[in-house]
């Protein structure tokens, strides 16, 4: 049963992870539009929560209290994802003639981003545990960790580094 979820959260993570492939080529070239953004985004989104219903064994009582806590949770990163978004388009559109202030600034807006990111998962921590064990909080945000991991890889593998 456990390698079945894990073969499910593998293949799971490799359309995922190509999702992440499509969403960063769109962002870090600037060629998509915003709705082909909001599209593959969306998507990404459906996926991880296909992912984490598939790993977290809920039961129904759980599942009816769990899910609008992870609804919130999402709805919160998406925000701070708007912020990642309009990073990246920040940095494409400014790629080419990068100096070293913008770069100084983009650094700085990157790293509160992170810090923002990590406070969220901190700030969830208690309301998920109100609904579920704290067993069932570790694996939820170990997994969600681990998409995001996937994601971001992605993202830096896609993203040209900086030319100094």
Sequence with gaps: MKK????????????????????????AQASGTDKDIQLLRQDVRSQKKQIVAANMQLTDAEAQKFWPVYDQYTADMKKLGDTRVALIKQYAQN??????????????????????????????????????????????????????????????????????
């Design 95 to 164: 790629y080419d003639t990068l100096t070293d202030a913008q770069a100084n600034d983009l650094m700085q807006k990157w790293g509160t981003l992170e810090e923002s990111v990590a406070q969220l998962r901190l700030k969830y921590i208690p309301n998920f545990e109100k609904v579920v064990s704290a067993k069932k909080t570790a694996l939820f945000f170990q997994i969600d960790r681990r998409l995001s991991l996937i994601i971001d890889l992605q993202l830096a593998s896609a993203i040209p580094l900086v030319q100094p």
């Design 4 to 27: 079945t979820k894990v073969a499910a959260l593998m293949l799971a993570g490799a359309a995922l992870f190509e999702s992440g492939v499509l969403f960063a080529q769109a962002t």
